[in-house]
Structure formats: C-alpha cells, structure tokens
C-alpha cells in the first residue's frame, strides 16, 4: 500500500496545476486516514460479533470487501497525459488534460512537450538499464 501512495501521489503532482495538486494530495491523505479508522471499527464490529474460530474469516472479508471496490475504482482512472506523450500519443493526451479542468487542452499540451524538450526525456529512453 505504500509504494500505491507514492505513486498516487507522484500522479497528483504531475498531472495537475500546483494548488490543485496541494488540495487533492492533502485530501488523499485524509482519505488514507479515514480508511484506517474505518478498517479498526469494522475489526471492532467483528469482534462484538463473537465469530470464535471464524474471525479471521471475517476479518479478510470485511477488507476484501473495500479492496475489490478501489480495484473497480482504479479501472476509471485516466492515463497520464505525460505518459500519453511519451508514448506519441498526443491526441490521446488531450481528453485528460481537458477533464483535469484546463481551460485550453492544446497550451497544456504544448507546455507538456515543451518540458519533455527541455528535459531531454524521449519515448525511447529505458527504465532499466545495463550497467
């Protein structure tokens, strides 16, 4: 869960405007904080069930339960219009960036391969590399 929130984190900042990215890493970690308390109440409420030898059954449902719904969650997250650029795929990049709020998709666009430029990062560099 921790490498998730590094990379969500990584995503907030990369792919939105500064103070919109402050609010919404600030409000995932309240989101993380409340998922804690919620799983210690929902312990709570197996244990007043008195389940005996099943309670670890229980407790491995009660917390599948939240997990399968963040997977389906997951499943309507938009690419990175970074990573979108980096695989030349430019006009597929410009229907996140438009949902992201920005007033004028092609300057954000344009910003974006501008910094890539600037960078020096191009679609062909490898992740991993032999030393």
């Not at 997977?71 to 430019?90: E, K, N, Y």
Request: hydrophobic letters at 50%; charged letters at 15%; one cysteine or more.
């Amino acid at each position: 869960m921790a490498g998730h929130r590094c990379l969500v984190l990584s995503m907030l900042l990369n792919s939105h405007p500064q103070p919109i990215a402050a609010e919404w890493s600030s409000l995932f970690q309240i989101n993380i904080v409340v998922g804690i308390l919620l799983a210690y109440f929902s312990n709570l409420m197996v244990n007043a069930l008195h389940p005996g030898m099943t309670k670890w059954r229980w407790d491995f449902g009660v917390s599948a339960l939240p997990a399968v719904l963040f997977f389906v969650m997951l499943l309507s997250i938009p690419h990175s219009p970074r990573w979108l650029v980096t695989q030349d795929r430019l006009q597929d990049a410009r229907s996140p960036i438009a949902r992201l709020g920005h007033t004028d998709p092609d300057v954000e666009l344009k910003d974006i391969v501008a910094s890539f430029a600037k960078e020096g990062i191009s679609h062909s560099e490898s992740l991993f590399k032999r030393a």
